[in-house]
């Protein structure tokens, strides 16, 4: 999926990139046009100034549309050691999209990363791509249970065992579940 996401990203900067090399080169596409013929000052200075205008707020328009495609990700760390995470959107808006899609549980998500070995009591740092609106954790045992959270990460359970968490980021794009597993030694 986060493959798809960049090969879109990769063919809108080249169409954008494209697009303002266009519009560098022709200065006749600017002048060519009536309402910018009716508002320009002959001056060549005046002229340069209007069309670096038009450029920077063609590329800062770009830019924004783009970023709101990209789904933020997680980097979880203990001890300068990365976790590992499985990243799933399930509900995420881009300007041409709506995608919501269901995922299984997630210990059924968890067999698909390695868990990641942890002192008791020891703190696991969150650190987002992209700052959430808010974000909830949860510990699975048999079923989802809240865990206690602060804004930086979480302090892991101090009895040893393997333990499933889920994250759960809220944007206004969407919600992005993470998925990733501890073993307390």
């Known amino acids: 999926m986060n493959h798809i996401f960049g090969m879109y990203t990769v063919a ?90 269901d995922y299984p549980a997630p210990p059924e998500l968890a067999k698909e990363v390695s868990a990641t070995t942890v002192e008791p009591q020891s703190f696991l740092d969150f650190s987002f791509s992209k700052k959430p609106d808010s974000f909830e954790v949860s510990l699975w045992n048999e079923k989802s249970e809240k865990y206690q959270s602060n804004s930086n990460g979480i302090v892991v359970p101090n009895m040893k065992g393997t333990y499933v968490f889920d994250v759960i980021g809220h944007w206004n794009n969407g919600q992005v579940l993470y998925v990733f597993k501890i073993n307390v030694k």
């Not at 200065?27 to 450029?55: A, Q």
């Not at 800062?60 to 980097?75: C, G, H, M």
Request: aromatic fraction near 14%.
């Open 12 to 101: 809108i900067n080249s169409v954008l990139t494209y697009g303002l090399i266009s519009i560098l080169r022709s200065n006749s596409l600017l002048h060519n046009c009536i309402w910018f013929n009716n508002i320009t000052n002959k001056s060549e200075g005046w002229y340069r100034m209007k069309k670096l205008l038009l450029v920077t707020s063609f590329l800062i328009a770009s830019l924004i549309f783009v970023n709101s495609w990209q789904i933020p990700t997680l980097k979880i760390t203990y001890q300068n050691t990365k976790v590992e995470i499985l990243k799933c959107p399930f509900y995420w808006v881009t300007p041409l999209r709506k995608n919501r899609t």
